[in-house]
């Protein structure tokens, strides 16, 4: 009884600070109320809604998803600014679904908080504020060093490969070799703006005024950028006969690489509040 009455007066007062039609308004409340309760077997009511944040957090997070005219169509996009922030946070958040809708641009994101929760990386609960103010700069220093040194890899990878081939693979399909080439600019061009985007990505989670699932979701989709660029660079320079299912490996590898290092930042910051 305790559990569903706590449970309910958060989500009571979630509703009431929330703006969306009624449709939308139902299905946000249903699905919150069924998040709550799934965190609550390994939580409790307390702490299920501890993890979840404030209330107005959770109304904007759920104005932002659901508010979202396509969220229920096949292929969702989102291109507004003022959604950018709320989807960058979803696609970190270790209760959401696997899947949430792309931050930028038509079609979805692998949820990295909800892989690195499934790697044993972090819990429910981990990204609160005490974490977030026990992570040390020089953390987050480490981090950004983490997504450089691939990125950095990439540009020279890419550099070689433009200064010394005559031509370089363009387009491979998924199950056979490239079946177009072009010159080496236009095919290292990919990889160098992979990199180049990585970079800035995590950059920009050392931003102080950020929250810790912005700064997560930066630096991991920066490690997963990362990676991406260094995997396309390295296929380009000497793999042009590898079939383009190799690609879809690394990617896979790099969504793999950028949980754990979300799952070191946030265990650096978990360390040190359990210390205390």
């Known amino acids: 009884m305790q559990t569903t009455t706590r449970i309910d007066s958060y989500a009571d007062e979630v509703a009431r600070l929330l703006r ?26 307390e702490g299920a ?23 229920r169509s096949w ?46 990386l972090v819990g429910f609960d981990d990204l609160d504020g005490d974490v977030a103010a026990a992570i040390s700069a020089s953390t987050w220093r480490w981090a950004l060093a983490a997504v450089s040194v691939p990125a950095g890899l990439a540009v020279v990878v890419a550099t070689s490969g433009m200064s010394t081939m005559t031509a370089a693979p363009a387009h491979r ?13 236009e095919a290292f061009a990919p990889a160098v703006l992979f990199a180049v985007a ?50 879809l490996l690394a990617l896979a590898a790099g969504a793999v690489g950028a949980a754990y290092l979300i799952g070191a930042i946030v265990r650096t910051g978990r360390d040190r509040v359990l210390d205390c």
């Open 198 to 247: 990585a970079q800035g990505l995590a950059l920009t989670a050392l931003w102080p005024r950020f929250d810790l699932p912005l700064k997560l979701a930066l630096v991991g989709f920066g490690s997963a950028g990362a990676a991406m660029a260094l995997s396309a660079a390295i296929m380009t320079r000497w793999f042009g006969h590898a079939p383009g299912i190799w690609s």
């Open 173 to 185: 399909p998924l199950f056979g070799p490239a079946d177009r080439w072009a010159s080496p600019s």
């Open 49 to 71: 809604v501890h993890s979840f944040g404030p209330p107005p957090a959770t109304a904007e997070r759920l104005e932002a998803e659901y508010g979202d005219p396509f969220r």
């Open 75 to 120: 292929l969702p996009f989102g291109l507004s600014p003022g959604t950018v922030g709320a989807r960058a946070r979803a696609a970190i958040d270790p209760t959401g679904p696997w899947f949430v809708p792309r931050v930028v641009g038509i079609g979805w994101d692998l949820n990295l908080g909800r892989l690195a929760r499934a790697l044993g």
């Open 20 to 45: 969306l039609p009624r449709r939308a308004r139902a299905a946000a409340l249903a699905d919150l109320r069924g998040g709550l309760r799934a965190a609550a077997l390994d939580l409790g009511a």
